[in-house]
């Protein structure tokens, strides 16, 4: 089930899962996850994408290899906080995926997820070809982590 509101996903997960989190590109699609005591999100991998089938069955593989219980998707908004075509794309991938997976799936506001974890891997002296390599599942542990944020803010 989709859920606009974190509280909502909040309510919906099953305590002791884990969760992952996607940054969706054009190209590929990052993925992060956490350990069942959901407090850090950690890069995964990054799938390269091909057709929907193709992508939504190599995730599904992650999630059930790695148990998770809940998805938070990168909504990248416009600065100015309105939702364009890239937001409409994403809705449409999640209202897709939601219907072959069961669990709860959230969003989680994406923008400058990508600036900073650039900056990181920049001040981590990351060579031009690593950092185009693992940008993108960077990025989704970044907009991971924030939803993370949130959520033990939550249920403070």
């Known amino acids: 089930m989709i859920h ?25 699609i ?8 959901r ?6 991998e990054t799938v390269k994408r091909r057709k929907f089938s193709l992508d939504a069955e190599r995730l599904l593989s992650i999630l059930k290899q790695r148990g998770i ?7 990248p908004r416009n600065m100015d906080g309105t939702e364009g075509p ?12 939601a219907a ?3 669990g709860p799936v959230t969003f989680w506001d994406e923008r ?9 891997l920049l001040e981590a002296d990351t060579s031009r070809k690593r950092r185009a390599e ?9 907009i991971l982590q924030g939803a993370l944020d949130r959520l033990r803010h939550l249920s403070a």
């Open 4 to 28: 606009d509101e974190i509280a909502d996903f909040a309510a919906a997960l099953r305590p002791m899962t884990a969760l992952a989190g996607l940054d969706l590109g054009t190209k590929t």
């Open 30 to 37: 990052g993925v992060a996850v956490t350990d069942t005591f």
């Open 39 to 44: 407090t850090v999100a950690t890069p995964l």
């Open 69 to 75: 219980g809940g998805l938070v998707l990168g909504l």
């Open 86 to 97: 890239r937001c409409q794309s994403t809705r449409a991938f999640a209202r897709n995926f």
């Open 100 to 102: 072959l997976w069961d």
């Open 112 to 120: 400058l997820s990508t600036v900073a974890a650039e900056r990181a």
């Open 134 to 142: 693992v940008i993108d599942h960077v990025a989704a542990s970044y």
